[in-house]
């Protein structure tokens, strides 16, 4: 990669880090806002509740999407991400800063979940556009390794997010992070902003928006083209990339609820392995990347999908009958290896999938319906559902079936060509 490019890429990736780290401290610190801001006499009551706020924050998603989007594709890439970045930051200080259900009573409740969907509506249009960004500063035969530093960010924002939470709880215990320390991190976001803003700020415009630009095609009207011309691609898309939302946050953000909850660990020996796998799900997202530019895109995501569908259910079932940190440190390692091989690919997929011109909108409204519906809500069905069925393999059945109906949606998956898409 050439010094420009590196930059470019470094720069991104740090944006897309901190607001990740911002937008996922909630689910790892949900067991205790659930305590605070939901008071119940039963614990599973008020782990759903707060499960629920941060799913709320996936349905906003979508609005986001389409503002963001559309600013993305008739103002610039660029500008859409410098908002997105304060309107992650300040919320999520706020939160920190929030009395309890204790003090203010259902106040609480109400401001948190504001603060949540104002996180919602920020992640609708970063993401999508993160991916589209990056990805279009890349050349063609290196796509997929470049368009993964895009997601690659994203789980090194949520690992900081891990690994802050472990930290904490060991530095801390359990008493003092659940009465005043789990704030701290959430505080930190503030200061976080204004180091994200200013190196968003650097970065140059897409070379290949500002082409579209020049050329005086840039779209009207993005996200009605996108439904009025891509329908159907948008639709198979959207099916191959649930596979990555769906494994994406059981896997890797309700896990650690899902040991200490079902498996009986406590939370620092949870987080240290959750931590510890989510670096190495950065690593093989890169090598599956690379490798999607070697042998393509679909091939390499349907070999980890294969690994989903058969191993699964046979990894949950080892898992859910021991309390072995290294049985299950192994069996989420199989996981990672998995979920790193869907994930590097999939940037570049959706990029070559659509052309420029409608290209962030379409990202980001794909992102946004498969983030919130099997992304946001893992944490309230899966535990809604353990409670009622008393069944722990009910996150394995549930994650074989989406691995199923991705593999099958990839087969249809048409790559956009790159001189039509310039035509």
């Not at 996180?119 to 890349?138: D, K, L, P, R, V």
């Not at 069996?331 to 659509?354: C, D, R």
């Not at 549930?398 to 099958?408: D, K, N, R």
Request: aromatic share 14%; proline share 4%; with cysteine.
């Amino acid at each position: 990669m050439s010094k420009p490019l590196v930059r470019t890429v470094v720069t991104s990736m740090m944006g897309n880090l901190f607001e990740f780290y911002d937008f996922i401290l909630f689910a790892y610190f949900a067991p205790i806002i659930g305590k605070l801001f939901f008071p119940s006499a039963d614990e599973t009551t008020e782990l759903i509740k707060a499960f629920g706020v941060f799913a709320v924050g996936f349905f906003v998603r979508p609005l986001g999407g389409i503002i963001f989007g559309h600013i993305g594709d008739k103002v610039g890439r660029k500008q859409a991400l410098v908002l997105t970045i304060w309107m992650m930051a300040i919320p999520t200080a706020v939160i920190g800063l929030l009395p309890t259900y204790e003090e203010i009573g259902i106040s609480a409740s109400i401001l948190l979940i504001i603060m949540r969907m104002f996180q919602g509506f920020s992640m609708g249009g970063n993401y999508g556009g993160s991916i589209t960004f990056t990805t279009e500063h890349s050349d063609p035969k290196h796509r997929g390794l470049i368009g993964s530093f895009a997601i690659t960010s994203c789980l090194v924002g949520i690992l900081l997010g891990s690994a802050t939470a472990m930290l904490f709880s060991y530095a801390l215990g359990e008493e003092a992070l659940n009465t005043w320390g789990w704030r701290i991190p959430f505080l930190l976001g503030i200061f976080i902003c204004f180091v994200g803003y200013y190196l968003r700020q650097q970065i140059p415009e897409s070379p290949e928006y500002v082409g579209i630009q020049e050329s005086g095609k840039v779209s009207q009207h993005p996200v009605k083209q996108v439904f009025a011309k891509h329908g159907k691609t948008l639709s198979i898309v959207v099916l191959a990339v649930i596979l990555h939302d769906l494994s994406f946050y059981m896997l890797f953000t309700y896990m650690p609820t899902f040991m200490t909850t079902q498996l009986h660990l406590t939370e620092s020996v949870a987080f240290t392995i959750n931590t510890i796998n989510l670096f190495l799900v950065c690593v093989f997202t890169v090598l599956g990347a690379w490798l999607s530019d070697k042998i393509g895109r679909k091939t390499v995501m349907a070999a980890a999908a294969m690994i989903f569908i058969v191993g699964t259910i046979p990894l949950f079932n080892i898992m859910s009958n021991t309390t072995d940190m290294m049985t299950i440190f192994w069996a989420q390692l199989i996981f990672a290896i998995a979920a790193g091989g869907y994930f590097g690919p999939t940037a570049a997929m959706m990029v070559e999938a659509f052309p420029t011109a409608i290209r962030f909108s379409a990202i980001a409204i794909t992102t946004n319906i498969s983030g919130p519906l099997f992304g946001g809500t893992v944490g309230v069905i899966v535990t809604y559902l353990i409670d009622k069925t008393g069944s722990k393999m009910v996150p394995a059945f549930y994650l074989t079936g989406i691995a199923i109906i991705s593999l099958i949606a990839l087969r249809f998956i048409r790559m956009y060509d790159r001189e039509e898409a310039s035509a």
